[in-house]
């Protein structure tokens, strides 16, 4: 089955820039998108299509590809953007798969 | 603004059927978007379980494909999972999603979730 791996946590420092990777195979031939989760709460889009934001989401949260790895960064990072991330892609054989998720810590 | 809202049993015995519902509001249901179910066990990640349309065509996770059945109630604006013969290993946070309809799929508006717990 396909899998996307990421790093089970990242920690930033306040105002500091936060980087979430994504790594799979054939991740380049698909288009990544970025889920935020807080804890209780419901998963958030916060980018689509390897590096649209949708309306509403800030403009620190950026996303971007290279080969197979997608990455979500987090510029000015700020103690309400602790979370756990997920990266999710889509192709017409694997259908949704998600990554393993990322604990960003904000110390 | 679309809202999705999980209602169903929060309590299932093993080998029994897990049966959920997701109504929406703020919006038709008879859109050109798909309609998804995902879960979370405890402490764990994501897991897409399956997708219907409103005419009934519906895709399913080839891991649960064996047990799952989606359906879908156009004049109630609802959606519904059904997951038989459980386990514990079911037990999670069940969201009902809406697929994007901007190009490839993702998932733009979910439920607020509910926890079914598989136990006896």
């Known amino acids: 089955s396909y899998e996307l791996t990421q790093p089970p946590s990242v920690s930033v420092s306040p105002g500091q820039t936060a980087s979430i990777t994504c790594s799979g195979d054939t991740l380049g031939n698909k288009y990544a998108c970025w889920y935020l989760q807080k804890p209780g709460q419901s998963p958030v889009l916060v980018i689509y299509q390897d590096n649209k934001r949708p309306s509403g989401i800030p403009e620190r949260f950026s996303g971007s590809k290279s080969g197979n790895t997608a990455t979500l960064t987090i510029s000015g990072t700020q103690a309400m953007d602790e979370a756990d991330y997920y990266c999710q892609a889509w192709d017409s054989s694997t259908y949704y798969v998600f990554g393993t998720g990322t604990k960003v810590t904000v110390l | 603004q679309v809202q999705l809202q999980e209602s169903g049993p929060g309590l299932v015995t093993p080998s029994g059927t897990l049966s959920l519902t997701c109504g929406v509001s703020?919006?038709?249901?008879?859109?050109?978007?798909?309609w998804s179910w995902v879960r979370q066990p405890p402490g764990k990640g994501l897991e897409w379980i399956g997708e219907?349309?409103?005419?009934?065509?519906?895709t399913y996770n080839p891991s649960l494909k064996s047990r799952v059945t989606m359906s879908v109630a156009r004049s109630k604006d609802q959606f519904s999972l059904r997951l038989n013969s459980v386990t514990a290993a079911d037990t999670a946070v069940y969201y009902c999603a809406r697929v994007s309809v901007a190009g490839i799929p993702f998932f733009d508006y979910w439920g607020q979730g509910t926890l079914v717990t598989v136990s006896s």
């Open positions: 703020g919006g038709s249901i008879s859109t050109s978007n798909w």
């Open positions: 219907i349309y409103h005419g009934g065509t519906a």
